[in-house]
C-alpha cells in the first residue's frame, strides 16, 4: 500500500482520529504516572512550590499520580471523551502555568493542550 492510498484510508474513516488522539493522550499521561511511582525524585521539582511547602512533595505527587492514571484510564475508556479531553486540556495548562520558570521543558504540554481542545471537539 502506497503513502497516497493509506492517507485516504485513513481521511475515510472518522473513528480513527479520536482514537487515536485519545490513545496518544492516555499514553502521555500513563508514562507521567508510572514514571513519577518509580522515580519521585525525578518529577517533584515540577509540583507547585505552593503546595510542596503546605505538604509532602511526595504525597502530593502520589496523589497526582493517581489521578493522571484515572485520566487515562477515562480516555481509554471512550466513555464521556468530551469531558475527560476538557479536564486533560485544564490538568495540562495547570501544568504549563505552575512550571512557566521551566517553558523549555513544558513547551511541549501547549500542543498537547490542543490535542486534547481537538478532541473535545470532534464531532462523531
Not at 105 to 122: C, N, W
Amino acid at each position: 500500500m502506497n503513502l497516497p492510498t493509506f492517507v485516504e484510508k485513513i481521511r475515510d474513516n472518522r473513528q480513527i482520529t479520536p482514537l487515536l488522539l485519545r490513545i496518544g493522550l492516555a499514553t502521555m499521561f500513563l508514562y507521567a504516572a508510572i514514571s513519577s511511582f518509580l522515580d519521585p525524585r525525578e518529577w517533584v521539582g515540577y509540583l507547585p512550590a505552593m503546595l510542596t511547602s503546605r505538604f509532602d512533595a511526595e504525597t502530593v505527587l502520589r496523589f497526582f499520580s493517581v489521578y493522571e492514571l484515572i485520566l487515562a484510564t477515562w480516555l481509554l475508556s471512550g466513555v464521556y471523551v468530551r469531558y475527560a479531553a476538557l479536564l486533560c486540556a485544564a490538568t495540562l495548562a495547570g501544568i504549563v502555568v505552575t512550571n512557566f520558570s521551566l517553558f523549555a521543558i513544558s513547551f511541549r504540554d501547549i500542543g498537547l493542550i490542543f490535542a486534547a481542545l481537538a478532541l473535545a471537539a470532534y464531532k462523531e
